[in-house]
């Protein structure tokens, strides 16, 4: 399994797995979408799936705000790629969570 982890701030991609280096979302002549510059990790175990999950879950921007003093700015991004064992993908499980969402 691999992990790649960004989030959209302010009309810019951060990668939350490498320093919040700027990325950019780029649309190919195929119509595919790719996100040059992010890092995929290589995944050992479910436990290092969940360090990596949470340490980037704790570089988001967040801000404080009237109903909560952490609130997230950003809209993140979490993909999980599963692979067989010689990297061909499988498929591909996405997690957003978008900003601003606590009141609902």
């Known amino acids: 399994m691999d992990l790649s982890f960004f989030e959209i ?3 810019r991609c951060y990668d939350l797995l490498n320093e919040k ?3 950019e979302i780029l649309e190919g002549n195929d119509n595919q979408v790719t996100i ?6 290589e995944l050992k175990d479910k436990n290092e799936m ?3 999950i949470i340490f980037a879950f704790n570089q988001r921007t967040t801000h404080s705000t009237v109903h909560n ?4 700015r950003s809209h993140a991004i979490c993909m999980i790629y599963a692979k067989d064992e ?3 993908v499988l498929g591909k499980y996405i997690v957003c969570d978008l900003a601003g969402s606590e009141r609902a």
Request: cysteine-free; overall charge positive; glycine content about 18%.
């Open 69 to 72: 003093d952490t609130s997230s």
């Open 21 to 23: 280096k700027k990325v």
């Open 36 to 41: 040059q510059g992010l890092v995929e990790v």
């Open 9 to 11: 701030y302010g009309g």
């Open 86 to 88: 010689i990297g061909k």
């Open 50 to 52: 969940m360090e990596k």
